[in-house]
């Protein structure tokens, strides 16, 4: 009887983690992938992972407030995060994720700026959020690594 008390146990729990992203709102295709890698190990050596699908869990920390474009995941470990970023209009992303967790599949992209690029970039999102821009903070050429979202669910 014991037995039967866990496994039914067991099998409910399963069913109320498997429905929790079953009311997810959906955005772009579907996902594929079942197997999540930690944001962590992507920024430890984002090398290994340019130009692979991969699928990513976190907290969305910021959005796009102009085009729904982008938005940051918090990582599973202190202080980290990664951009998602899609094609302007593919798929727009709400300002209503901030705060909500989200599960993202795509690919992850190299990004390599030079010093010009760079202050343009930092300058554009700057302006996207609203924030004043400081060029100085702006040294030298840059690399940063973000995910180019196929699709997503936000809970």
Wanted: charged share 25%.
């Amino acid at each position: 009887m014991k037995k039967i008390s866990i496994l039914c146990l067991v099998t409910l729990l399963s069913l109320m983690m498997t429905a929790q992203w079953a009311f997810a709102e959906q955005y772009g295709q579907p996902l594929t992938l079942t197997e999540v890698t930690k944001i962590s190990i992507i920024g430890k050596n984002p090398e290994l992972f340019v130009d692979k699908k991969v699928l990513v869990k976190g907290l969305v920390v910021d959005v796009c407030a102009k085009r729904g474009c982008w938005m940051d995941l918090a990582s599973d470990e202190p202080f980290e995060k990664i951009q998602i970023k899609v094609l302007d209009g593919v798929i727009v992303f709400p300002l209503s994720a901030k705060g909500k967790t989200a599960l993202v599949e795509g690919v992850v992209e190299e990004l390599s700026l030079s010093y010009e690029e760079a202050l343009e970039h930092a300058e554009h999102q700057a302006e996207e959020k609203g924030e004043a821009f400081d060029p100085s903070t702006i040294t030298g050429p840059q690399t940063t690594y973000r995910i180019r979202a196929l699709g997503a669910e936000i809970e």
